[in-house]
């Protein structure tokens, strides 16, 4: 019996991070868990050839990694893989699409925080419409039986009054598509104690948000993180926070807003939710 082999990879830092490959990390299932690794080491993954049954790229942004393509572009057997790949859907172009048709089944994560302009508030400069185009071309090119689609979503004050809304978008493609999406939800950003996080946000709006999330109609494929955005939002109305605390949370959020929208010469109030914009407008 020819041994198996599973590698994870996380494409985060810079493109030749030396980290042999003897020096990965296991995951929690015994799987090979490696940080970027060197432009040598490449060719080792390569070579495993028709042992290798999964692999696993997170990030950062994997398809505009070398690192990614040096490997996807050089396997010897990807009918025989599995592909797990983390990805803000941003750049599926003919080469990534027909380079995943190739493997024998597909397991996307699209990172995605909200629709329209919430989402091109957050994920600047990047387009909706654009990427409602990029979802579509990711169903109508590879095949149904063998692709499984998730939608995760980061939870923030930015998008918690929108974040309903993309749940719906969800909803609304499952109607149709053959390709069901599965909706999961992060409602509590790291570090710890991110300023980010719904948690320091007006009880006003806790409350909104959770008026909201709670009235969806879910499906099955939604359901689940619907259900742990609605603990979490419930948890927080519950929550005490020491006064002083949360007006230095509140403060650096709306600090770290400002910035934002200088560097990339945007206005919060012109793209958020009428109500998130208001409450930073008052901090």
């Known amino acids: 019996m020819k041994h198996s082999t599973y590698l994870e990879f996380n494409l985060q830092l810079s493109e030749y991070y030396n980290t042999p490959q003897t020096d990965s990390q296991r995951n929690i299932h015994g799987n090979q868990v490696g940080s970027i690794i060197h432009q040598k080491y490449q060719q080792e993954i390569i070579d495993l050839g028709n042992s290798l049954r999964e692999l696993k790229f997170t990030g950062g942004e994997p398809t505009i990694s070398k ?10 057997y990807p009918e025989h ?26 397991h996307f994560t699209l990172s995605i925080d909200g629709t329209r302009s919430t989402y091109e508030y957050m994920h600047y400069p990047f387009n909706w ?4 185009d990029n979802i579509d071309q990711l169903c ?19 998008n918690m009054l929108n ?11 499952n109607w149709y ?35 909201n999330i709670s009235a969806t109609d879910c499906d099955q494929y939604v ?19 020491a006064p002083a605390v949360l007006a230095e949370r509140r403060t650096q959020f709306k600090l770290d807003t400002l910035t934002l929208d200088r560097v990339h010469n945007q206005l919060y109030d012109e793209m958020l939710h009428p109500d998130i914009a208001n409450f930073i407008r008052y901090i």
């Open 140 to 158: 109508n090119t590879q095949q149904p039986a063998s692709t499984e689609i998730h939608i995760c979503s980061v939870l923030t004050t930015y």
């Open 81 to 106: 893989i599995k592909i797990y790949l983390t990805t803000n859907a941003t750049k599926f172009n003919h080469l990534f699409l027909d380079s995943m048709k190739q493997f024998h089944e597909r």
């Open 67 to 76: 690192t990614f393509w040096s490997i996807v572009n050089n396997l010897d």
């Open 223 to 241: 359901s689940d993180g619907v259900e742990k955005t609605i603990k979490y939002l419930e948890w927080c109305i519950q929550a005490q926070h």
């Open 177 to 211: 598509s053959e390709h069901k999406i599965t909706w999961k939800c992060i409602p509590d950003p790291h570090p710890v104690g991110s300023c980010l996080d719904v948690k320091w946000a007006s009880s006003d709006l806790l409350d909104m948000a959770l008026q």
């Open 129 to 132: 419409r654009k990427l409602e």
């Open 163 to 173: 974040i309903r809304n993309l749940v719906d978008w969800i909803i609304q493609h």
